[in-house]
């Protein structure tokens, strides 16, 4: 299934629940949040988007521990966490969704090469926030770093919640 796809389905989802969603996107520079909002009525279901391509911008909009940044990276599940955690807590939403990472084609190292995507899944339940982290590694040129990432994040936030509905 293409993002675009899954963004009518998440919609679907998000439409009949009365939720909400958040992104904190950096590396995909606000593409997911461009892919929800190409959907007529999204505004019933989109909070907002935090694009925080800069560790600074990670830090003041999103509530990122600098300190947190130093020791993992920007390129990090610890900061896809604490992303996917300041925007839900910020946005005040039943779902938000991170991603950092490297889309080339400079800036990656041998530890973590170009195409190295950290994603966070922020979802509240009755009880608290539940946090999932990702790693995955996307191939191609940036564009397709980006796009691929984007599919996913939708991807996976729909499994998310289609399985808290249950």
Known sequence: MNALDT??????????????????????GGLVCATLTELAGSSNWFERGYITYSNQAKTECLGVPIE???????????????????????AKVKAAVSIT????????????????????????SEEAVATTCQTKLFTGD??????QATAFALEELLTLLKAVKS
């Open 7 to 28: 963004a009518k389905e998440l919609a679907n989802l998000l439409e009949t629940t009365g939720w909400k969603v958040a992104l904190a996107e950096s590396c995909t």
């Open 68 to 90: 947190l940044i130093e020791s993992h990276g920007a390129v990090s599940e610890a900061v896809a966490r604490a992303m996917a955690e300041g925007a839900q807590r910020n």
């Open 101 to 124: 990472g490297i889309a080339g084609p400079s800036g990656g190292s041998s530890a973590k090469p170009v195409g190295t995507i950290c994603f966070g899944w922020a979802i509240q």
């Open 142 to 147: 940036r564009q397709a770093v980006r796009q």
